[in-house]
């Protein structure tokens, strides 16, 4: 799978070459409620009508639990732009959600790390 930053969404000169927004087709709210931290997972269902080369990408990010933070930050995309591809794919039964596991210690200092470095990125 070739990984956004290697196909035409990209230009190391330029920057991006098509905006955050069109991704989505404009929308800015996802239809699923989905926070940073929420994991998402393929359900190896296809979809079944035609989606956009990002939902694809988003697939193939999401065949292990994989926090909606990690995507976003895969696609180089804004997190409202990714909450809204990874309702598009729950919709449509490709993708399931749940909450995160909050059973494992996690490093409060780590995860501020990953916040700061996503909100430098994004």
């Known amino acids: 799978m070739a990984l956004p930053q290697d196909g035409p969404w990209l230009d190391e000169a330029a920057g991006r070459l098509v905006r955050p927004y069109t991704v989505s087709g404009g ?3 996802p239809t ?3 926070d ?3 994991l998402v997972m393929s359900t190896g269902t296809r979809p079944l009508g035609h989606l956009g080369p990002e939902h694809s990408d988003v697939l193939g990010l999401c065949e292990v639990p994989t926090s909606v933070a990690e995507v976003a930050g895969q696609l180089r ?4 732009v990714t909450k809204v591809l990874l309702s598009d794919l729950v ?4 993708l399931t959600t749940r909450a995160p596991d909050y059973f494992h210690p996690t490093d409060r200092s780590l995860l501020e790390a990953v916040l700061d470095g996503l909100r430098r990125r994004l």
Do not use: E, F, I, Q
């Open 32 to 34: 699923t409620a989905l």
């Open 91 to 94: 919709d449509c039964g490709a």
């Open 27 to 29: 929308r800015t709210r």
């Open 36 to 38: 940073l931290m929420s």
């Open 77 to 80: 995309l804004p997190a409202v």
